[in-house]
Structures are given as structure tokens and as C-alpha cells.
């Protein structure tokens, strides 16, 4: 059973810059892996996705040109870079990874592994 650990969250200021970072307990290498966010009162929302088996980085508008999702297999660990911070970027931020060798997308339903989340609150 995969686990993960999301920590790096905490409150900044708008135009300021955290790094979220997402420790797995497996080699993730071969997973697909994304960062979700879910701010109070909204349905959770696909932030950026990392697809390990084509090759891709994918990122929902809104963060696209600011938010970095990169991974380092070696350390098991997922990190998105969040830069330009916004107010409306204020959320609970959650990875998911999926099983081994299998494809992902925007939406939560390929990820049967999440973590506990981590709070980023943006004051403007």
C-alpha cells in the first residue's frame, strides 16, 4: 500500500513562492502523479499532473506559467514549485498517485492513493 505525505504548506503573502513537497513510501517512478487542491466550499480540482509513462506535464489554466510539478525518483518524492501565489490559489493541496504503469488525466478517479493534504493560505 502506497503512501504518501504532502508538507511545505504555510501562509504567505500574494506574489510570494512555496514549494510543496509529496514523500512516497514506494518508487513512484513509474506512477502517474498529480497535485489536487481543494479550497472550502469547492469541489477538489486537478492542479498539475506528472504522466511518468508518456512523458508529460499537464497543469489546470489558472496555475499554468507559475506552478511547476517535477518529481525526483531517486527520493521518492513529488514537489510543486508555486510562484506568483494568488489569494484564489489558498486551499488544502493533496498528491495522488495512481497504480504502477497506469495513465492519469485531470480528474481524481485514476488515483487510488492520496495524501493527508497540506494548507497554503494566500493573504493579498
Known amino acids: 500500500q502506497l503512501q504518501l505525505v504532502e508538507s511545505g504548506g504555510a501562509s504567505v503573502q500574494a506574489g510570494g513562492s512555496l514549494r510543496l513537497s509529496c514523500a512516497a513510501s514506494?518508487?513512484?517512478?513509474?506512477?502517474?502523479m498529480a497535485w489536487f487542491r481543494q479550497a472550502p466550499g469547492k469541489e477538489r480540482e486537478g492542479v498539475a499532473i506528472l504522466n511518468s509513462i508518456i512523458g508529460i506535464t499537464d497543469y489546470t489554466d489558472s496555475v499554468k506559467g507559475r506552478f511547476t510539478i517535477s518529481k525526483d525518483n531517486a527520493m521518492y518524492t513529488l514537489y510543486l514549485q508555486m510562484n506568483n501565489l494568488k489569494p484564489e490559489d489558498s486551499a488544502i493541496y493533496y498528491c495522488?498517485?495512481?497504480?504502477?504503469?497506469?495513465?492519469?488525466?485531470?480528474?481524481?478517479?485514476?488515483?487510488?492513493?492520496w495524501g493527508q493534504g497540506t494548507q497554503v493560505t494566500v493573504s493579498s
Open positions: 495522488a498517485a495512481t497504480v504502477p504503469n497506469y495513465t492519469c488525466n485531470m480528474g481524481s478517479s485514476p488515483y487510488p492513493y
Open positions: 514506494a518508487a513512484i517512478s513509474n506512477r502517474c
